[in-house]
């Protein structure tokens, strides 16, 4: 069931709720045959009951959300938790644009995984380098914290419960599970298996979650001739997620071409082998006490 909640401040009682800023994968897309289902990149809100905002990537979508975090007069005096699966660009290119980590008194803590040569910190400060951006990340305002993760769990204030783990993709892609009150949602975004070759362990990494989230960008066709650029196809998912037992899956990382037209007829396709398959759309929020 979904619901277009504010950002906070009706919160109150909530267990855990998703709400998607960003579905797209790869590069925004901003024409009218793609505005109902969305054109911003990867970024997802977790809404919990706890005093602070829990973001899943920093796609163009993460500039959407912090215009509604500004409107909603809760810009300032805030803890900020980003979780990166990784930091392709579409992953990342919106955080110099979201309006929060432009304030002094925000502290925002930046979990991922670092590179073989540069550490996360450095691949983010690289992305503001005076040659692409003219703001330095030093001169945002913001308190950047930087987290290295590898596969660990960890535990979030609140007791908001993270597990990560690594899977295929072209310079490798966190998968984030995130537990709390009994609730798990599941991020897996950009990762590249078949049917024939899904991974046990992702498998196992999904089992029984509340809500799925997968990257579904291609169609089988289109692996023909995109083997080896990491994403998956609405057939892996609905056969991760029975696989899994998840009660929902929500395709995601839609490729920037792909009309409204065309993704709903994938949808309906996933829902034949899934039902509980629905397109992952901009500005919904899933409620997962209803699931």
């Known amino acids: 069931m979904e619901y277009n909640n504010p950002i906070r401040g009706e919160n109150e009682g909530i267990t855990l709720k998703v709400k998607f800023w960003g579905v797209r994968g790869s590069a925004p897309s901003a024409t009218p045959e793609t505005a109902g289902v969305g054109g911003n990149t990867s970024c997802v809100q977790l809404l919990t009951d706890q005093p602070y905002v829990l973001i899943l990537d920093a796609g163009t979508g993460i500039r959407l959300l912090g215009n509604a975090l500004v409107a909603a007069c809760q810009h300032e005096d805030q803890e900020l938790y980003l979780l990166l699966s990784h930091t392709h660009w579409d992953h990342i290119q919106g955080l110099p644009f979201f309006k929060p980590a432009n304030s002094a008194s925000n502290t925002l803590h930046v979990y991922g995984a670092n590179k073989p040569q540069r550490t996360l910190e450095e691949v ?15 001169e945002m305002g913001a308190q950047f914290r930087f987290h290295p993760v590898a596969e660990e769990t960890f535990v979030l204030p609140g007791g908001i419960e993270v597990t990560t783990r690594f899977f295929e993709h072209p310079g490798g892609v966190l998968g984030y599970r995130i537990a709390y009150q009994g609730k798990v949602v599941v991020y897996a ?25 997968f990257d579904a960008q291609y169609t089988h066709e289109e692996l023909n001739f995109k083997t080896g650029w990491g994403h998956s196809t609405y057939l892996t998912a609905v056969h991760l997620a029975q696989a899994a037992g998840v009660k929902q899956l929500r395709l995601f990382s839609h490729d920037p071409d792909r009309t409204d037209t065309e993704l709903e007829t994938l949808e309906r396709q996933a829902q034949q082998h899934f039902p509980a398959t629905w397109l992952a759309r901009e500005q919904q929020v899933i409620d997962l006490n209803l699931l």
């Open 124 to 138: 983010l400060r690289g992305q503001m380098d005076y040659a692409y951006f003219p703001v330095a990340l030093d």
């Open 189 to 213: 975004t950009d990762m590249e298996y078949t049917v024939a070759n899904l991974d046990p362990r992702l498998v196992a990494f999904a089992q029984g979650a509340d809500l799925l989230i």
